[in-house]
């Protein structure tokens, strides 16, 4: 179990650019979950998926933002354009079973976004 | 989800037990107590969860009071490697919405 990974570790970008980060889901799990992460906010939940749909996207900040997953192995959070403020360590997690299930959630180590 | 209340940091000498405590008061009948940690620069670990009884594993012990409106995780014997932000959450699972707070910081002193 290779655990959740996430791509890249690193990301540094210009102001405007586009961002993607992607995530590969633990095998099997049914729950995919995008967090962001800053000192001032703490862990903040932008978006989640079950069996490929997204369910819940309230935390996603504004209309920069978009989330997607084509499949059950990959998702990518895509920030276009990106601004300075979108500075925060990006984490993915994933979950193996279906609402009612009390299964915890599985972190990657997380992209750190640095946006000039 | 219910809303809980840890206090911001805790230290704990090496080798004690860390005791570390949340407040969760209006917790539902069916949520979950979960405990993560968060150790600098990784993603959230899980530790251990729990409805109504007390929970042990290899990582540590979960009380949960008997009106369930408090709790308590326990490392019976803290390590250094132990330091960290400690996250207490109510939820009616892993798969609904998991928001966290601002946790525990937890520093084991030699």
């Known amino acids: 179990d290779a655990g959740v990974i996430q791509s890249p570790r690193h990301e540094v970008t210009e102001m405007g650019q586009e961002v993607t980060l992607r995530c590969k889901p633990i095998?099997?799990?049914?729950?995919l979950f995008w967090y962001r992460q800053t000192m001032m906010r703490g862990l903040e939940l932008l978006i989640y998926?079950?069996?490929?749909?997204?369910?819940?996207d309230s935390g996603m900040p504004e209309d920069r933002f978009s989330a997607k997953m084509p499949n059950a192995s990959f998702s990518t959070l895509k920030i276009q354009p990106s601004e300075p403020r979108d500075s925060a360590v990006y984490f993915c997690?994933?979950?193996?079973?279906?609402?009612?299930?009390?299964?915890?959630?599985?972190f990657g180590n997380g992209t750190r976004l640095t946006v000039t | 989800d219910a809303k809980t209340t840890q206090p911001t940091s805790m230290d704990c000498a090496e080798g004690r037990a860390a005791n570390l405590p949340c407040n969760h008061s209006?917790?539902?009948?069916?949520?979950?107590v979960y405990w993560y940690r968060q150790i600098h620069s990784q993603g959230p670990q899980y530790i251990i969860h729990?409805?109504?009884n007390n929970e042990t594993n290899e990582m540590a012990s979960l009380i949960i009071t008997e009106d369930r409106k408090s709790s308590t995780l326990i490392l019976p014997h803290a390590t250094l490697r132990d330091t960290a932000v400690y996250y207490c959450?109510?939820?009616?699972?892993?798969?609904?919405?998991?928001?966290f707070g601002s946790g525990t910081r937890l520093s084991i002193r030699p």
């Open positions: 997690a994933s979950s193996p079973r279906a609402r009612g299930s009390n299964s915890p959630l599985h």
């Open positions: 095998s099997g799990h049914d729950y």
């Open positions: 998926f079950n069996n490929n749909v997204p369910i819940d």
């Open positions: 209006t917790i539902s009948g069916n949520e979950y």
């Open positions: 729990g409805l109504k």
């Open positions: 959450i109510v939820s009616y699972s892993s798969a609904s919405k998991i928001i």
